[in-house]
């Protein structure tokens, strides 16, 4: 199975997206969106074999965010209600993913610490918020906020 296979699965058994009608089922036309909200919202590491880990972020305005910590708009919403030329104040961290041998090398923290600087040069992002659905994504989350010193919301699951 390739890496890129493999990457699939891993999205598929952790997030469970495609039953959940809140979530985003990252397809062609979805990253298509993602890159014209920012290009530095979908970030990868490879290997010779292809991605070993994944980053994904939707920078939105502050009341999208405020809705999203309420449970008023789901994921999907986010992507919907994106309009152009909005200036965002807020930073998704929407999702992680590492291949178990490519873990705790801090492979999706340098992702997402990359994109959220290059972000940050168009917007003036001031707060993270995250639908931590493992530990370790809330600890990457937390992370994030102390590296960025700025406030973290969060999504109860």
Known sequence: MSNFERMMALADQFFEAKGDP?????DDRVMEKLRGIHPATLSEASDENGPVAWVLLIPTTHQLMEQFIRGQIGERQLLELYAPGTCFEAMYLCSALVLPEHRRKGLARRLAVDSIRTIQKDHPIKELYV???SVEGMKLAESLAREFRLPLYHRKA
């Open 22 to 26: 809140d979530q985003i089922v990252v």
């Open 131 to 133: 639908w931590a659905f």
